[in-house]
């Protein structure tokens, strides 16, 4: 079951944190992305294999450190099919290098269409006479759910069939999520609870020997009050918390996410780490032709300091 590997990876590193990988050519050193030019030419092949390079590097860098990385599709779909192999490789590195991979899609549609999505990402897509394959093969896959049960339901079973997961939004860390997530319906709940029950009752037959279920909840580090009375709306549900670092979130915000042994969810961090380089506390220490390094350093802070609130 997807939620016990993923909680046995953050128990066997004794770090609960995601590694997203929303990659930019900016980011990424001259060097490497000259080599492609001068390989490929000025093209979205040459930009998707320094994408791939990159991240290579990035994931070489914390492997031992991170259980988890979180590559988000749109930094990929961006440069067409070639962003889209360059997915591809990044989630089967990832596995290849002992990650739990999240898939950042945060796909939703009804029918046959939330059956194709599920198959793209958790499940296997047929072919000709009873055969089928995976395709992204990811561990688990972000939905936002606000279409209801028809627009994940084909995930959920995915999920059962397959042993994978999936983190459903909840209250995200937007500073604009409350124009809806937070207005009352009429028995008194704000939307973002509305959601939370859902995704508890979905949930429910997922649970794994850890005591979570493999159906989780996105919920922002930027809402810590929101955090905490979820935490507590939400017992058997893990929690992955983007808005770590770069989006203003810090340790303290994201504490209360965690139950008395330190587990029940995972924090993202993802310009802190890729652009690790870049940040106040490493100048002078790194170039950016030293980012992986910088990354695993920042990494093995980040650890540090989130494990200092538990």
């Not at 993923?6 to 930019?24: A, H, S, Y």
């Not at 590559?71 to 002992?98: C, N, S």
């Not at 989780?216 to 009375?229: D, F, H, I, M, R």
């Not at 918390?241 to 209360?256: L, R, S, T």
């Amino acid at each position: 079951m997807f939620i016990d590997r993923l909680m046995n990876r953050v128990k066997e590193l004794q770090n609960p944190t995601i590694m997203g990988l929303d990659p930019k050519l900016e980011y990424i050193p001259k060097s490497i992305r000259e080599k492609n030019l001068q390989t490929y030419g000025n093209t979205l092949t040459a930009a998707s294999a320094s994408i791939l390079e990159f991240n290579k590097k990035l994931i070489d860098a914390v492997t031992g450190i991170v259980p988890v990385i979180k590559p988000q599709l749109a930094y990929y779909e961006m440069y067409g099919i070639e962003g889209l192999k360059a997915f591809l490789e990044t989630v089967r590195y990832g596995r290849e290098r002992g990650f739990i991979v999240v898939a950042d899609a945060k796909r939703n549609d009804i029918g046959s269409t939330s059956q194709a999505y599920s198959a793209a990402f958790l499940g296997e897509t047929a072919l000709e006479d009873g055969k089928s394959e995976p395709v992204f093969d990811a561990d688990a896959v972000t939905l936002n759910a606000y279409l209801g049960i028809d627009g994940v339901g084909p995930m959920l079973e995915d999920c059962k069939r397959y042993g994978k997961g999936t983190f459903i939004l909840v209250k995200t860390s937007n500073p604009s999520s409350g124009q809806l997530q937070d207005m009352l319906v009429q028995d008194g709940r704000a939307v973002y609870e509305v959601m939370a029950d859902l995704v508890k009752e979905w949930g429910k037959d997922l649970i794994g020997e850890c005591g979570y279920s493999s159906i989780g909840a996105v919920v922002g580090a930027t809402w810590p009050e929101q955090l905490k009375s979820l935490r507590a709306r939400m017992p058997f549900t893990c929690f992955l918390v983007p808005g770590y670092g770069a989006q203003g979130g810090g340790a303290k915000d994201v504490a209360p996410a965690f139950d008395k042994n330190g587990l029940g969810a995972v924090i993202n961090a993802s310009r802190s780490l890729m652009c690790a380089y870049k940040l106040e506390r490493w100048k002078g220490s790194f170039t950016i032709e030293e980012f992986d390094q910088a990354c695993r350093e920042e990494a093995l802070r980040m650890k540090a300091e989130i494990l200092s609130v538990q």
